[in-house]
């Protein structure tokens, strides 16, 4: 089984290559979700959620809402920007910034209600302008609070043009 591993994941890239499509100046305004594992760098881990809603770009830089939580009941609510890199013709880099609300429920501390959110994600473009990424993010308070452990998220998203979820052809290409 340990042989066949690389040979599936290339056969995955390569499929997943070849349902791409070139990134576009002008990508849509998106639905994100993802779903991956709170506080990976220590003992505290937990599944979790996220779904964002990206509007649509001003020049590079995407505003976005969004709501987190996790398996600890913990949850964060949250306002920001994204800067969207194309790289190439089917890879975006996607980096961010937000501020917002968190509240630890039965899981970790972060020490303030107030936390900033910092991070990015990379994705493969596919050919109906969906995105498939695996994103890194960290929460912390920035210091506003006398305890600031601070967190990181990391997962996998999948994120879905607007248009499309709401029928405009224009997003069916």
């Known amino acids: 089984m340990v ?7 290339a056969v995955g890239a390569a499929l997943l290559w070849a349902a791409a499509g070139p ?13 991956g594992v709170y506080d990976i760098f220590h003992n505290n881990t937990a599944g979790d959620f996220d779904i964002e809603y990206q509007t649509d770009r001003i020049w590079y830089i995407r505003p976005v809402v969004g709501f987190e939580f996790t398996t600890d009941a913990a949850t964060y609510f949250y306002g920001g920007f994204n800067f969207d890199i194309p790289v190439g013709s089917h890879i975006v880099i996607e980096l961010g910034s937000a501020v917002g609300h ?3 429920g039965n899981g970790k501390d972060l020490g303030n209600a107030v936390e900033f959110r910092s991070g990015g994600e990379i994705a493969l473009r596919l050919r109906n302008q ?3 990424g695996l994103a890194l993010h960290h929460i912390s308070n920035a210091h506003l609070g006398n305890h600031n452990p601070g967190t990181e998220i990391i997962g996998v998203t ?10 405009h052809d224009s997003a069916r290409r």
């Open 102 to 104: 968190y509240s630890n």
């Open 130 to 132: 969906a995105r498939l």
């Open 23 to 35: 990134a576009r100046a002008e990508d849509p305004a998106y639905l994100r979700g993802g779903v």
């Open 158 to 167: 999948y994120s879905i043009p607007m248009g499309y979820l709401f029928g």
């Open 3 to 9: 042989r066949r591993v690389p040979i599936l994941a």
